[in-house]
């Protein structure tokens, strides 16, 4: 599975932008999607993960109610709606698979997802 990131720049405070995801392979035996973010100095957090198979949700709550996840209708491509940006959302953002065909609730943390992709970089000046 490879995945390829885009979407992420520069951006004023309360702005929005749209990351987006490709994988590359059929989604039917992946389990879920997740986005994660890396600011200077800070470990890997969580922001969002998707379950393909029934399209739930889940978010952290630093970014409840700005953040949604989605997939197109084919299910290839993850996006990350971002609104009401603010400068703590400066950071590289990745996209992850988790294709563990055996889990159940949406993985939230680092090493429960297998593949990732290449960060993009999303900058919120105040």
């Known amino acids: 599975v490879q995945l390829q990131a885009s979407g992420g720049e520069l951006v004023q405070a309360g702005g929005s932008l749209r990351l987006s995801c490709e994988v590359s392979?059929?989604?039917?035996?992946?389990?879920?999607a997740g986005w994660f973010r890396q600011a200077p100095e800070k470990e890997r957090e969580f922001v969002a993960g998707?379950?393909?198979?029934?399209?739930?949700?889940v978010y952290p709550d630093p970014v409840k109610g700005r953040f949604t996840i989605a997939t197109d209708n084919a299910q290839k491509t993850v996006y990350l709606q971002m609104n009401n940006l603010k400068p703590e959302d400066t950071a590289v953002y990745y996209c992850?698979?988790?294709?563990?065909?055996?889990?159940?609730?949406?993985?939230?943390?680092?090493?429960?997802?297998?593949?990732w992709g290449q960060g993009t970089q999303v900058t919120v000046s105040s």
């Open positions: 992850a698979v988790d294709p563990s065909p055996w889990r159940v609730e949406i993985p939230t943390r680092r090493f429960e997802y297998g593949f």
């Open positions: 392979t059929s989604v039917i035996n992946l389990h879920a």
């Open positions: 998707i379950r393909w198979r029934d399209l739930t949700t």
